[in-house]
């Protein structure tokens, strides 16, 4: 823990009476650099976290669609509060660790869509980085994933609570909407996803992890029109032909989509259909398997993209 500048004057006072001018001299030096290194680069926040200065000054808040290959991992950032959706594969958990270090120093929630692979499995080393206030999930097992998931965090003493319609959490500026599952018994485990819409400020986020056709019109028969209705969509499915129909994504009627998808994946992800869909409606498109980590900031009313900050691309490593 960072002693705080009073905390430091009286240590250095108290030590003072039993050293020399010169040896003061230095160990004042030094401590005044450490100072300057440390308030120079960061903030405090309400809940003590420390986060980068360069993030405070960026705006309101920023969504950070995170590069993860094959999978989806999520960051949306306040000044006082981080929640995190999905955290990619498990061979993708150390990159997205180092990436989240970078940028908080504990999250208030982390959202698990759903329990595959792609979705959860780098959550046991988040969880074992990084402080997690709660974790929100469908309660379905799948192949001993919910399972072993709820007993990892409580070993570490998170709560873990179930992701139900309806349900609505807050960190700081961050309000986060359960609009979906609608149901627990579908055939499909895709259509258990979480879908998450996110509010900060006048700016909203619609992730629908993986939902299919029947999850999402039952999305959309159980919610609000004007739930739907989101300025930035994380689009379902990696840009899967078996999800974001019609009719949700007129809901939805975003200016900015995110694809997370990996690059050459086997799966044909982002499918032809749905870039054709997202690009007659108009809205801004970006892909993390050609371009990288996403980065949205917002002042609370516009979305700006950020330059790109991403590590070495799978596009980059096959080329």
């Known amino acids: ?17 039993h050293m020399g001018r010169e040896w003061l001299k230095r160990l004042l030096t030094a401590l005044v650099s450490m100072l300057l290194s440390i308030f120079g680069t960061y903030s405090y926040a309400q809940t003590g976290k420390v986060i980068p200065r360069r993030e405070l000054l960026s705006g309101t808040a920023s969504f950070h669609f995170i590069d993860v290959g094959q999978g989806d991992a999520t960051l949306i950032l306040t000044g006082d509060a981080a929640v995190l959706i999905d955290t990619g594969t498990g061979d993708s958990a150390g990159a997205l660790t ?14 698990l869509t759903h329990p595959h692979d ?4 780098g959550a046991d080393e988040v969880m074992d980085s990084i402080p997690v206030g709660r974790v929100l999930m469908p309660l379905v097992e799948h192949n001993g994933y919910t399972e072993s ?7 570490r003493g998170i709560p873990v609570f179930d992701a139900k319609l309806g349900g609505q959490y807050a ?22 996803s979480a879908v998450v819409r996110v509010d900060v400020g006048g700016v909203s986020l619609l992730v629908s992890g993986d939902a299919e056709l029947e999850g999402e019109t039952d999305v959309l028969r159980a919610n609000d029109p004007a739930l739907l209705d989101c300025d930035i969509y994380q689009v379902g499915h990696h840009g899967s032909s ?10 939805i009627s975003p200016d900015h989509c995110v694809i997370s998808c990996g690059y050459g994946n086997s799966y044909g992800h982002p499918h032809t259909t749905v870039l054709q869909l997202l690009t007659l409606s108009g809205a801004q498109i970006y892909r993390t398997d050609t371009e990288g980590t996403i980065v949205l900031d917002t002042d609370g009313e516009t979305v700006t993209r950020r330059g790109s900050m991403t590590w070495e691309t799978e596009a980059e490593s096959a080329a």
């Open 1 to 17: 823990m960072e002693k705080r500048p009073g905390g430091v004057g009286r240590v250095v006072k108290k030590k003072a009476k």
């Open 98 to 111: 180092a990436y989240l270090k970078t940028y908080v120093g504990r999250l208030d929630y982390l959202i």
């Open 118 to 121: 792609d979705h959860v499995g």
């Open 149 to 155: 998931l709820m007993r990892q965090a409580a070993e």
């Open 171 to 192: 960190a700081g500026d961050i309000t986060c909407t359960l609009l979906g599952p609608v149901r627990k018994d579908y055939e499909n485990l895709n259509d258990v």
């Open 242 to 251: 078996t999800s974001t129909s019609l009719e949700f994504y007129t809901a």
